[in-house]
Nanobody, 126 residues
Framework: VQLQASGGGLVQPGGSLRLSCAVS????????IGWFRQVPGKEREGVVC????????YSANSVKGRFSISRDDAKNTVYLQMNSLKPEDTAVYYC????????????????????WGKGTQVTVSS
């Protein structure tokens, strides 16, 4: 099982960015996927998680209404669309996956996911 996040970069406040998480070694539609972020010196935060059984999504309050998750099973890729970006969204973003049948809120709030990819840096600054 491998995951690779990409698409990070520098963006101005109010701008948008789409991150991609390419997965391999497993069938995406049987796995829950989570996007997390971490700033040095702070705890990792679950941003958006999508459940494997019915596609229900959970979003952290800090990104609700601005970030959304989608998946393309044919391409084995999950996306994080980030709109109306703020400087406080600056972080390293990671994608993770797990095959267990837990809720998206559980995965996002605990970070208890089995497989993790390397992160991609997102910097929101003018």
């Amino acid at each position: 099982v491998q995951l690779q996040a990409s698409g990070g970069g520098l963006v101005q406040p109010g701008g948008s960015l789409r991150l991609s998480c390419a997965v391999s070694g497993f069938t995406l539609d049987y796995y829950s996927i989570g996007w997390f972020r971490q700033v040095p010196g702070k705890e990792r935060e679950g941003v958006v998680c999508i459940e494997n059984n019915d596609g229900t999504t959970y979003s952290a309050n800090s990104v609700k209404g601005r970030f959304s998750i989608s998946r393309d099973d044919a391409k084995n890729t999950v996306y994080l669309q980030m709109n109306s970006l703020k400087p406080e969204d600056t972080a390293v973003y990671y994608c993770a996956t797990d095959s267990r049948y837990y809720s998206g809120s559980y995965f996002c709030m605990t970070g208890d996911m089995t497989y993790w990819g390397k992160g991609t840096q997102v910097t929101v600054s003018s």
